[in-house]
Nanobody, 117 residues
Framework: QVQLVESGGGLVQPGGSLRLSCAAR????????MGWYRQAPGKERELVAT???????NYADSVKGRFTISRDNDKNTVYLQMNTLKAEDTAVYYC???????????WGQGTQVTVSS
């Protein structure tokens, strides 16, 4: 089994920055994709960014140039550096791990990010 432990959410003013972390614990396959999704009140969960264990990265258009995803494969940890935050970035952010070649698809418990003055 896999457990994803997120940290780093909180309240920040518009234009500010936050860094989210997500540590994967358990039986982690070497080839995987880790990523961040978010869900705002009344909206569906949406992709923010993903990063393959080989390094390939994908961003949602709404965060390109402002957010940076990275990972430490030795620590099975993924990070999301969020800069120039906007009110519309307010959401619960969820960490995700997909173990490629298997049915393994795991989610963290979510961390609240609120952008408000």
């Amino acid at each position: 089994q896999v457990q994803l432990v997120e940290s780093g959410g909180g309240l920040v003013q518009p234009g500010g920055s936050l860094r989210l972390s997500c540590a994967a614990r358990g039986s982690i396959f070497r080839i995987n994709v880790m990523g961040w999704y978010r869900q705002a009140p009344g909206k569906e969960r949406e992709l923010v960014a993903t990063i393959h264990s080989g390094g390939r990265i994908n961003y949602a258009d709404s965060v390109k140039g402002r957010f940076t995803i990275s990972r430490d494969n030795d620590k099975n940890t993924v990070y999301l550096q969020m800069n120039t935050l906007k009110a519309e970035d307010t959401a619960v952010y969820y960490c995700n791990l997909v173990q490629l070649g298997t049915t393994g698809d795991f989610w963290g418990q979510g961390t609240q990010v609120t952008v408000s003055s």
